[in-house]
């Protein structure tokens, strides 16, 4: 297992990246893991119904990879604006989309009050950021009240309770799953997003349950970071380090025998808001 070796890395601090001095960190965190994801973010882009001339809302942008590929899907004519409230971030997704033209923009901005005036966008995308939000039930509302009637809004979002680890200790595997949710802030929007498209109008809501299974630790711990809510948990003095480290110990031998599985479960949801 590839252990972190700045202490101070939390993936619940995403909610407030820009009060953590750690950008470099969060970085290389969303590479590690967008590169893991890129092939699912890939197959829910169809869900927007994209045509060439569009323009779409990216909310939580992050270093933008998903706003490069869009703008590709709504060429020739299209344009693609990305916001994310993390100044840092969206310097960094500048920087990387340097041979994009006008047809992408990267804006700072909060998904709690997007500054479009309604019915802006033709669909509106979010993917693993309304986990980090102090109301995801209002950034929803915001997606919805910017993108036009017949538009589609199109969300991806982890359910933290849900992650399954087979370990010989079943305790201490119970502990670390909560203590990982309750690092989130809104570690169980995933079971929520039906209940809150329905909740602001939209229809023909659709959910697609993604699980994200792994037979390895590594990659695991890449993803979600076991390590980090481990020394955290010690830190609170929910676990051991003895108890963590033998822990540690069971699932390195499972994965060096071939063994390990673990699973999260996963959410798309998909909705139209409705014309008048």
């Known amino acids: 297992m590839k252990e972190i070796s700045q202490a101070g890395f939390r993936p619940g601090r995403f909610s407030n990246l820009n009060a953590t001095g750690q950008t470099g960190e969060y970085v290389a965190y969303l590479e590690q893991t967008g590169s893991r994801l890129r092939a699912l973010s890939r197959a829910r882009y169809g869900l927007l119904n994209l045509s060439a001339g569009d323009c779409v809302l990216d909310v939580g942008c992050g270093l933008g990879d998903d706003a490069r590929e869009l703008s590709a899907l709504v060429a020739p004519g299209g344009k693609v604006i990305a916001v994310d409230a993390s100044e840092a971030m969206v310097e960094e997704a500048r920087r990387r989309s340097k041979l994009f033209g006008d047809e992408l923009q990267f804006m700072v901005g909060d998904a709690h009050e997007l500054e479009f005036t309604d019915g802006s966008f033709a669909a509106c995308w979010s993917e693993r950021v309304l986990q980090h939000l102090d109301d995801p039930a209002r950034a929803v509302y915001q997606m919805v009240r910017v993108t036009r009637p017949g538009g589609r809004v199109v969300v991806f979002e982890p359910d933290h309770s849900t992650l399954v680890i087979d370990a010989a200790d079943r305790a201490t595997t119970r502990t670390l799953v909560q203590a990982l949710a309750d690092a989130i802030r809104s570690s169980w929007i995933g079971r929520s997003l039906f209940g809150l498209f329905t909740a602001n109008g939209l229809v023909d809501v ?71």
């Open 206 to 276: 659709t959910i697609v349950p993604t699980p994200i299974m792994s037979h390895s630790l590594s990659d695991t711990n890449a993803l979600l970071r076991l390590d980090a809510t481990a020394r955290a948990a010690i830190e609170r003095g929910l676990l051991s380090e003895q108890t963590v480290a033998d822990w540690f110990a069971d699932l390195k031998q499972r994965e060096a025998s071939g063994r390990f599985f673990g699973c999260l479960l996963c959410f798309a949801a998909a909705g139209t808001k409705p014309r008048p």
